[in-house]
């Protein structure tokens, strides 16, 4: 007796019956949506993050001696990138775009626009978990304290990296196009 390989739930594509040649890979209902909700709370704590830049790093509700100091690290020379823009800033600005492109109808997309909106989908998670680790080693390495607000959106980085990195696994970066 012979099995049959396990395949993907496909979507019927619509229109003529040839159309149905090119049915897509299924991405999980929740995980855009997971996404999405990952990516709001990262708007959230970057937005909190922002504030108290502009502000004054005391609204910031952190120890502020020891390791655990968020005002060392928020108003140390390394929060602000080329001297000119607020890491936190940035933060907000990626997770912004990032709630954007993990929208459902961006994870359902085809053709071309579907391919392009996957692999920028892909680059965003991938450039923010660089991010992250560099912004950790500044943290550690030589700036010697550890923010538990910036501790949050790292571990909301890598949330959001894995969700997408699983998605595209799900579908395949070839799938949209």
Same mark, same amino acid.
């Given at each position: 007796?012979?099995?049959?390989?396990?395949?993907?739930?496909?979507?019927? #594509?619509?229109?003529?019956?040839?159309?149905?040649?090119?049915?897509?890979?299924? @991405?999980?209902?929740?995980?855009?949506?997971?996404? #999405? /909700?990952?990516? !709001?709370?990262? @708007?959230? +704590?970057?937005?909190?993050?922002?504030?108290?830049?502009?502000?004054?790093?005391?609204? /910031?509700?952190?120890?502020?001696?020891? +390791? @655990?100091?968020?005002?060392? #690290?928020?108003?140390?020379?390394?929060?602000?990138? &080329?001297? #000119?823009?607020?890491?936190? +800033?940035?933060?907000?600005?990626? &997770?912004?775009? !990032?709630?954007?492109?993990?929208?459902?109808?961006?994870?359902?997309?085809?053709?071309?626009?579907? $391919?392009?909106?996957?692999?920028?989908?892909? $680059?965003?998670?991938?450039? %923010?978990?660089?991010? +992250?680790?560099?912004?950790?080693? !500044?943290?550690? =390495?030589?700036?010697?304290?550890?923010?538990?607000?910036?501790?949050?959106?790292?571990?909301?980085? &890598? %949330?959001?990296?894995?969700?997408?990195?699983?998605?595209?696994?799900?579908?395949? =970066?070839?799938?949209?196009?």
């Amino acid at each position: 007796m012979t099995t049959r390989p396990a395949v993907a739930p496909t979507t019927r #594509v619509p229109g003529p019956p040839e159309a149905a040649d090119q049915a897509l890979p299924v @991405v999980s209902r929740w995980l855009p949506w997971a996404a #999405v /909700l990952v990516a !709001m709370a990262g @708007v959230a +704590v970057a937005s909190y993050l922002t504030y108290a830049h502009f502000t004054t790093a005391a609204v /910031l509700s952190c120890p502020d001696t020891g +390791v @655990v100091n968020c005002t060392k #690290v928020t108003t140390s020379p390394e929060s602000v990138i &080329f001297g #000119v823009i607020p890491v936190a +800033v940035l933060g907000l600005a990626y &997770f912004l775009a !990032m709630v954007g492109l993990n929208l459902p109808w961006s994870w359902e997309a085809r053709g071309r626009a579907g $391919a392009w909106l996957a692999r920028i989908r892909l $680059a965003g998670a991938v450039v %923010g978990i660089g991010f +992250v680790l560099y912004l950790v080693s !500044m943290e550690i =390495l030589v700036i010697g304290a550890i923010c538990i607000y910036c501790t949050v959106v790292h571990v909301l980085t &890598f %949330g959001l990296l894995l969700l997408v990195a699983a998605g595209t696994a799900q579908r395949g =970066l070839e799938a949209w196009e």
